[in-house]
């Protein structure tokens, strides 16, 4: 069973830095993609940022950019996004997803429809 637990959210002022953390298994670090989506009030779930299983490459929509890092730790069975220069409109419940990866997936990391969802943590970035 493939089990995701996110962690790390809460309130931070504007240009703070917070990092999520999304606990799960060796197993799907080692057989799944990893993406990170979030969620604000009234707005559709958008992907922020994943990671491929398959060639380990990272992808990051275009308004984290630069500010955003996923990063994973296999010995630790975690994955992070340490986001930084945080602006009010990152505020949004975050999720950790994962689906299965290893072939060549030929479409867009972010827009792939992930099986796995954990139960989100919430970022709100305000004065």
């Known amino acids: 069973q493939v089990q995701l637990v996110e962690s790390g959210g809460g309130l931070v002022q504007p240009g703070g830095s917070l990092r999520l953390s999304c606990a799960t298994s060796r197993i799907v670090l080692d057989g799944y993609a990893i993406a990170w989506f979030r969620q604000a009030p009234g707005k559709e779930r958008e992907a922020v940022s994943c990671?491929?299983?398959?060639?380990?490459?990272?992808y990051y929509s275009d308004a984290v950019k630069g500010r955003f890092t996923l990063s994973r730790d296999k010995g630790k069975n975690m994955v992070y996004l340490q986001m930084t220069n945080l602006k009010p409109e990152d505020t949004a419940v975050y999720y950790c997803a994962a689906d299965f990866d290893v072939t060549y997936y030929s479409g867009s990391y972010l827009l792939r429809d992930y099986k796995y969802w954990g139960q989100g943590t919430q970022v709100t970035v305000s004065s």
């Open positions: 990671i491929s299983n398959y060639d380990g490459n990272t």
